[in-house]
T-cell receptor
Framework: NAGVTQTPKFRILKIGQSMTLQCTQD?????MYWYRQDPGMGLKLIYY???????DKGEVPNGYNVSRSTTEDFPLRLELAAPSQTSVYFC?????????FGPGTRLTVL | ELKVEQNPLFLSMQEGKNYTIYCNYS?????LYWYRQDPGKSLESLFV???NGAVKQEGRLMASLDTKARLSTLHITAAVHDLSATYFC?????????????WGLGTSLAVNP
């Protein structure tokens, strides 16, 4: 089992560019999540999904979009990148109470 | 609105000493989680506490939950350097089964020889 994998590990974007952060899990978990972690801060939930075809907003969804066409994949789309989106992004999945996290994507917007 | 507060935010302690990290939350919740994050790494689940009075132990770490006081503690016994990390608590917002967690800011722990 690879668990939760994320690509890319690092990315630098220019203001106004767009990109997709990829997240895949091989544990057949129904629940998947996207978080952002700013320096010295806890995690903020961006979007989550309770199963294929079902997504919902978290605390900080503005500037992001998600889709969930399969159980395994939960990509996060950034449109019109802004410096405020500079952060570390974590994807996670769960079936029961424990969330399993991916290694993270460090994104810088300049 | 559910808020989660941890204290202290920074903790420097000597090996062999004991200490407690506190996690307070503002509204009723049915689940509390503790996670560990090593510098530059991902998060790893430590404990899930599901009921009032729940106590869980793993090695030198013990977590407890008092739902009436809306307080969880993470007690460190005879600290060792390997425990140096940031510890987060998170609370379910109790809105059904959607598992939306609200996170504390984390306690950065440094264990020194």
């Amino acid at each position: 089992n690879a668990g939760v994998t994320q690509t890319p590990k690092f990315r630098i974007l220019k203001i106004g560019q767009s990109m997709t952060l990829q997240c895949t899990q091989d544990m057949n978990h129904n629940y998947m999540y996207w978080y952002r972690q700013d320096p010295g801060m806890g995690l903020k939930l961006i979007y989550y999904s309770v199963g294929a075809g079902i997504t919902d907003k978290g605390e900080v969804p503005n500037g992001y979009n998600v889709s969930r066409s399969t159980t395994e994949d939960f990509p996060l789309r950034l449109e019109l990148a802004a410096p405020s989106q500079t952060s570390v992004y974590f994807c996670a999945s769960s079936r029961g109470d424990t969330q399993y996290f991916g290694p993270g994507t460090r994104l810088t917007v300049l | 609105e559910l808020k989660v507060e941890q204290n202290p935010l920074f903790l420097s302690m000597q090996e062999g000493k004991n200490y407690t990290i506190y996690c307070n939350y503002s509204t009723t919740s049915d689940r509390l989680y503790w996670y560990r994050q090593d510098p530059g790494k991902s998060l790893e689940s430590l404990f899930v506490l599901l009921s009032n009075g729940a106590v869980k132990q793993e090695g030198r770490l013990m977590a407890s939950l008092d739902t009436k006081a809306r307080l969880s503690t993470l007690h460190i016994t005879a600290a060792v350097h390997d425990l140096s990390a940031t510890y987060f608590c998170a609370v379910n917002n109790n809105a059904g089964n959607n598992r939306k967690l609200i996170w504390g800011l984390g306690t950065s722990l440094a264990v020194n020889p």
